[in-house]
């Protein structure tokens, strides 16, 4: 099928996600092949990943190693049922994914996406507290701007008011808490805004800890929410607190998860040990739906009975456990170990803290903030008052647009530009980026500032 045909075809029949197609009508994107970090769309463009096919990818495009896993598992089988049933490379990678996390998991659910890992956490803690005779732990506790996937669970447990509003009624209630942000808090000292974050937590536990079955939280960086890094210390104390008060911690590494953050698992930063840890996005290197809600043995146990006693975790999806996903998600995580990768990540992520300084310099950038090789860059209208600009000027969605002209693909969360590029990239390809990042961010802002200031 010719170019032509395919683009018409795409504005015909395609409803693409978090996308006004109105939008994509005026400049669509068909993406044909990729290698590495590059991309190629059906016109022979090129352009850099700088957001890893949205946060998924940690190799590049077509790494041979898990292409050839794909393959040879193919000639095995592609799918059968989890249900009832286990499957060879889903056990092998629930080992070796039980190996690498906390200590206190021991259990391994799979599904197929961060928003099922994170809504099967749900339903499992509050199951758990009914199995356990406690049926009045009912609710969840959840930080402002929090995301943890877009099913109606999922979305309740999150918190962010343009993406949720429209749905509040469908919704089920949370217990929200504000964000220990430093940004946009009154005081700029990490430890007083961590300490009193936690103090106003720790009321609400106090008061609540009888209804309250668990706290879903993004591990150390809030990411969809517009990149907020944790103060230090804060994830340690709401482990501290959910112990005390005898309240589930559900940590969500779907993003952070995987060397993204510069360690295997964001919670290794504070040395966290949750209850429940939800793991997707580059669990297979980006390449294959798959997703595991990992458990403490504790919370296995209270489903662990006798058929006749009703505490049964009835959930399931059709593609639970896919061979083909697990197959891919093995092979990623051999990379890891033969490269060295999260050490690898590390290094790299000091290098980009600095380069990223002059970035933070530039007139319209109001904050840069990073975990590893995972960063936001807030453009504002007024560097000195941090006065955001007009929504209605998009300002980060016309600098991504001029990104993709200069060659480079990423997406805006608002005005916080996302970039995330894949682990594998070089430093010569992080630089590549990192130029055309300025540049687009320069072009637009000085577009858009002409333009408010008439
Ligand atoms: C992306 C994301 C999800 C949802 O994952 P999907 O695979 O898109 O459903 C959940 N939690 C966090 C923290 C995420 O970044």
């Not at 060879?88 to 629930?94: K, R």
């Not at 700029?188 to 939280?217: P, R, W, Y």
């Not at 998009?394 to 600098?399: D, E, I, L, P």
Request: charged content about 25%; aromatic content about 8%; hydrophobic content about 35%.
């Amino acid at each position: 099928m010719d170019q032509q045909q395919l683009l018409h075809i795409s504005k015909q029949h395609m409803w693409l996600p978090f996308t006004q197609m109105s939008d994509y009508e005026k400049d669509p994107l068909i993406i044909e092949s990729g290698e590495g970090v590059h991309l190629k769309d059906i016109e022979g463009n090129e352009y850099l990943d700088a957001y890893s096919s949205l946060w998924l990818n940690v190799h590049g495009h077509r790494k041979k190693e898990i292409d050839e896993a794909i393959k040879k598992q193919l000639d095995k089988i592609s799918h059968s049922t989890l249900l009832g049933a286990a499957n060879v490379p889903s056990i092998l990678l629930a080992k070796k994914i039980i190996d690498l996390a906390p200590e206190r998991l021991t259990r391994v659910f799979y599904s197929d996406s961060g928003a099922t890992s994170v809504e099967i956490s749900i339903k499992m803690a509050y199951q758990y507290w009914q199995n356990v005779g406690q049926p009045h732990k009912k609710k969840f506790v959840t930080l402002r701007n929090g995301y943890h996937g877009d099913t109606v669970g999922t979305m309740s447990v999150g918190s962010i008011d343009i993406y949720h509003r429209v749905y509040n009624s469908l919704l089920f209630d949370s217990i929200v808490v504000p964000y220990p942000n430093v940004y946009h808090h009154p005081s700029d000292d990490e430890k007083v805004v961590c300490e009193q974050s936690l103090t106003e937590l720790g009321e609400i536990f106090k008061n609540h800890h009888d209804e309250i079955a668990g706290m879903t939280v993004e591990s150390i960086m809030q990411g969809a929410g517009g990149m907020n890094v944790m103060p230090n210390g804060y994830l340690k104390g709401v482990e501290q607190l959910c112990r005390k008060y005898n309240i589930l911690l559900i940590v969500d590494e779907v993003a952070t998860g995987f060397g993204r953050t510069g360690k295997m698992f964001a919670v290794e930063h504070e040395n966290v040990q949750p209850d429940m840890m939800t793991l997707a996005k580059g669990i297979s290197g980006g390449y294959l739906p798959i997703a595991a809600t990992l458990t403490s043995e504790e919370i296995y146990q209270a489903f662990y009975a006798d058929f006749k006693e009703g505490k049964t975790f009835y959930h399931g999806h059709s593609y639970t456990g896919n061979q083909l996903g697990c197959a891919a998600a093995l092979a990623n995580l051999e990379i890891f170990e033969k490269e060295n990768l999260v050490k690898q990540a590390e290094e790299k992520s000091e290098w980009l803290a600095n380069q990223l300084q002059e970035i933070a310099k530039l007139e319209h950038v109001g904050d840069v903030r990073k975990l590893g090789l995972m960063c936001g860059i807030e453009l504002v209208k007024n560097k000195e008052t941090k006065e955001a600009f007009p929504w209605e000027e998009r300002v980060g969605y016309q600098a991504t647009l001029k990104m993709r002209e200069l060659g480079m693909l990423t997406r805006p969360l608002g005005d916080v530009i996302v970039f995330m590029p894949p682990l594998s990239a070089t430093y010569e390809e992080l630089a590549e980026m990192l130029t055309i990042l300025r540049k687009g961010i320069e072009q637009v802002t000085e577009d858009v500032g002409e333009k408010v200031n008439v």
